[in-house]
């Protein structure tokens, strides 16, 4: 339980990071006009509300709520999905599709991981 709690935490992290990144490399480009994003707006409020979701996973996995389980498998396969797709269909080099093929392993371990923790606390 601890290693999926740690990993939900540690993704939460890891989006946060990278939403702000994005964030500011887009409004420079915005300013400096080198950069054209239609509808840059809309990427805020669909950002942080995917943080917050994973903020809401990770205490309800903490807490052991049977939604917790439910939203993070939906949303490791949802991911699980995208590397698939992204690996099948946008193959550019080989490295490109070795690193969605481990992002595809650990996403099934995850969704593997939830199953087995949410049969032993049901039980």
């Given amino acids: 339980m601890t290693n999926i709690v740690f990993g939900f935490n540690l993704f939460t992290l890891l989006t946060a990071l990278v939403v702000a990144i994005a964030h500011i490399l887009g409004v ?3 300013v400096t006009e080198q950069l054209t994003i239609q ?3 809309i990427a805020t409020p669909i950002s942080i509300t995917l943080i917050v979701i994973n903020v809401c ?4 996995l903490q807490q052991k709520k049977s939604w917790a389980y439910y939203l993070a498998s939906a949303e490791m396969l949802a991911i699980l999905i995208c590397a698939l797709v992204d690996s099948v269909f946008f193959i550019e ?3 490109s599709l070795f690193f969605n ?4 392993a650990l996403t099934a371990s995850a969704i593997c991981a939830l199953y087995r923790d949410f049969q032993m606390d049901r039980s």
């Fill in 93 to 95: 080099d080989l490295s």
């Fill in 101 to 104: 093929l481990f992002i595809c």
């Fill in 39 to 41: 509808y840059f707006y």
């Fill in 57 to 60: 996973i990770t205490r309800g």
């Fill in 28 to 30: 420079i480009g915005l």
